[in-house]
């Protein structure tokens, strides 16, 4: 499989960090440091920053992506985005299915799922997130798991559709705690997911599709995560809040 077929992208995921200022002084550090990244770098930020990391980002090679989108077109929906609202401020990505929204906002591979095809019907890609909690993988059933939010969060995505789709492999217990998947547990993974991604769809569109280990990816552990064949790119946390980190980490994927 050759790997330098894929798409290799590094994501921030600024979670409920920076304001639209804040925002705006950290794009304007990262951009001169990524400027010359041979990958693609999306910065997902909090819908009030959007519009403003829209345009300080206009004219560079970093792009903008959402933490979330509503599946509605528009409707009674109280503090939701629909992706129309996305769209017309040039938002390109959009996280979906993040472990937190699982956790906290009762997110389901169902409403995962609904999201995903709004978001492609619009026109924006999604960063789908998968990953099973510690005591998954305690009990040994992680593949049981990740194969079920492949399947479920994918349902009736077609393969034409699959091209704009990122799956991020997250496992839950390493997001935020300082605890990485080994190189070897995060390749272990991303290679059963393009199995998945194989049986489901074929092996063309598996061998093509972009998949990134998320999960207290920083400058120390990029290289050797994003050395591993089936680790394509990173969906970073804490450390896309350090415009030297988060370079660091896209120089570790430019290679
Ligand atoms: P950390 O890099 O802070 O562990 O977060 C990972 C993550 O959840 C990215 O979506």
Same mark, same amino acid.
């Given at each position: 499989?050759?790997?330098?077929?894929?798409?290799?992208?590094?994501?921030?995921?600024?979670?409920? $960090?920076?304001?639209?200022?804040?925002?705006?002084?950290?794009?304007?550090?990262?951009? #001169?440091?990524? @400027?010359?990244? !041979?990958?693609?770098?999306?910065?997902?930020?909090?819908?009030?920053?959007?519009?403003?990391?829209?345009?300080?980002?206009?004219?560079?090679?970093?792009?903008?992506? +959402? =933490?979330?989108?509503?599946?509605?077109?528009?409707?009674?929906?109280?503090? =939701?985005?629909?992706?129309?609202?996305?769209?017309?401020?040039?938002?390109?990505? &959009? &996280?979906?299915?993040?472990?937190?929204?699982?956790?906290?906002?009762?997110?389901?591979?169902? /409403?995962?799922?609904?999201? /995903?095809?709004?978001?492609?019907?619009?026109?924006?890609?999604?960063?789908?997130?998968?990953?099973?909690?510690?005591?998954?993988?305690?009990?040994?059933?992680?593949? =049981?798991?990740?194969?079920?939010?492949?399947?479920?969060?994918?349902?009736?995505?077609?393969?034409?559709?699959?091209?704009?789709?990122?799956?991020?492999?997250? #496992?839950?217990?390493?997001?935020?705690?300082?605890?990485?998947?080994?190189?070897?547990?995060?390749?272990?993974?991303?290679?059963?997911?393009?199995?998945?991604?194989?049986?489901?769809?074929?092996?063309?569109?598996?061998? @093509?599709?972009?998949?990134?280990?998320?999960?207290?990816? $920083? !400058?120390? $552990?990029? !290289?050797?995560?994003?050395?591993?064949? $089936?680790? !394509?790119?990173?969906?970073?946390?804490? @450390?896309?809040?350090?415009? =030297?980190?988060? @370079?660091?980490?896209?120089? +570790? +994927?430019?290679?």
């Amino acid at each position: 499989m050759d790997k330098s077929k894929r798409k290799a992208i590094i994501a921030g995921n600024w979670k409920m $960090n920076k304001t639209p200022s804040q925002a705006k002084e950290l794009l304007e550090a990262i951009k #001169p440091l990524v @400027a010359d990244a !041979d990958c693609e770098v999306i910065a997902c930020v909090p819908y009030v920053d959007l519009a403003v990391a829209v345009e300080a980002t206009q004219g560079s090679n970093v792009k903008i992506g +959402a =933490e979330n989108v509503h599946w509605a077109e528009s409707g009674a929906f109280t503090g =939701e985005i629909s992706t129309g609202m996305l769209k017309e401020i040039g938002v390109e990505y &959009v &996280v979906l299915g993040h472990s937190e929204r699982r956790q906290y906002f009762g997110e389901t591979d169902e /409403t995962v799922n609904k999201r /995903t095809k709004a978001a492609l019907a619009a026109g924006l890609k999604p960063i789908v997130c998968v990953g099973e909690l510690l005591w998954e993988r305690e009990c040994d059933i992680t593949e =049981e798991v990740i194969a079920r939010q492949i399947k479920l969060d994918l349902w009736d995505v077609t393969e034409e559709e699959l091209k704009n789709v990122v799956i991020a492999y997250e #496992p839950v217990w390493a997001i935020g705690t300082g605890k990485t998947a080994t190189a070897d547990q995060a390749e272990e993974v991303c290679a059963f997911i393009r199995a998945q991604i194989a049986k489901l769809y074929n092996q063309e569109a598996a061998d @093509a599709v972009t998949i990134q280990y998320g999960g207290s990816m $920083n !400058d120390g $552990n990029a !290289d050797e995560l994003l050395g591993k064949v $089936n680790v !394509d790119g990173g969906l970073i946390g804490g @450390a896309s809040l350090v415009a =030297e980190k988060f @370079a660091a980490i896209v120089k +570790a +994927a430019s290679k």
